[in-house]
Structure formats: structure tokens, C-alpha cells
């Protein structure tokens, strides 16, 4: 193969990779969200087991079950993070099989397809967990005095 041939080549496969790329950033955004979510949580687990030193037995009943809570909700959130990061690995190597693939001109269709669809189910199932956490926060939340107490917390 003459390097016209080449090079031509191997500007297709970067055209390729930018889908691949632009969603690593998508991902890399979500990651953002829920890292300022885990810390927000901790936070908040923090200062209620301060609180909890010096609590009554009605306050420390009252804390435990928020902290119960919080518990929940931040194991829903680091399993949204691992999934988005094993997303992110997974479309990192679609990039990198890509340009090997093309360098080496080994066909690697298959493994490609299959890595960028688990990619992509594991970023759906990221979603979904950081779905359920919001569902969570958003039910074990006071409004005005009013706590809005379901089962969706358990």
C-alpha cells in the first residue's frame, strides 16, 4: 500500500473514532456529576454522624434512618461511576482496536462491535442507577417541613 493509500486509510479511521471520542467526553461529563454527588453525600453523612454524638434518642432514631439513606444512595452512585468508567475504558479500546485494525490490517469488526455495545449498555445501566439515586434524594427530601416518606427509599 503506497503512504497516498495509507494516509487516506488511516483518515478514515479517525473520522471513525470521533463518534467514539465525543462520547468519552459525554461520559467523562456524567463522571463529573456523579463525583460531585458521592462528595455532596459524604458530606452530608459526615455531618449527621457529628450530629449524632450529641443526639436524643428520638434525633439519633431520626439520623440513623438518614443516614440508612444517604448508604443507599451513595452505593448507587459508586455503581454509576464504575459503570461509567468501565464505558469509558471499553470505548477506549474501540478507539485503540480502530487504529490497530487498520494499522496491522487485522479484522477486528466483531470485537469492536462487541466492546462498543457493552460500552453502551454500560452506560445505560450507569444511567439508570444514577436515576434511581436521584429518585431517592428526591423522595427522602424535606419541602417546607413536609418529608416525603415512600418506599422508594428502601
Not at 11 to 25: D, S, Y
Request: hydrophobic share 60%; glycine share 4%.
Amino acid at each position: 500500500m503506497d503512504s497516498a493509500s495509507h494516509v487516506a486509510s488511516l483518515a478514515q479511521v479517525i473520522q471513525l473514532a470521533v463518534a467514539p471520542v465525543f462520547l468519552l467526553a459525554g461520559v467523562a461529563a456524567t463522571l463529573n456529576v456523579l463525583a460531585s454527588r458521592i462528595g455532596r453525600i459524604i458530606d452530608r453523612a459526615r455531618l449527621m454522624e457529628e450530629r449524632l454524638e450529641t443526639a436524643g434518642p428520638e434525633l439519633a432514631a431520626e439520623l440513623h434512618a438518614r443516614l440508612r439513606v444517604l448508604s443507599r444512595r451513595a452505593t448507587l452512585i459508586n455503581r454509576a461511576i464504575a459503570l461509567c468508567v468501565l464505558c469509558s475504558l471499553l470505548v477506549s479500546l474501540v478507539v485503540a482496536a480502530l487504529f490497530v485494525s487498520s494499522s496491522l490490517r487485522v479484522d477486528l469488526a466483531t470485537p469492536i462491535a462487541v466492546a462498543f455495545v457493552v460500552a453502551l449498555l454500560s452506560l445505560a445501566a450507569a444511567l439508570l442507577f444514577f436515576l434511581r439515586e436521584v429518585f431517592i434524594a428526591t423522595a427522602s427530601t424535606t419541602f417546607g417541613g413536609a418529608r416525603k416518606e415512600k418506599e422508594v427509599i428502601k
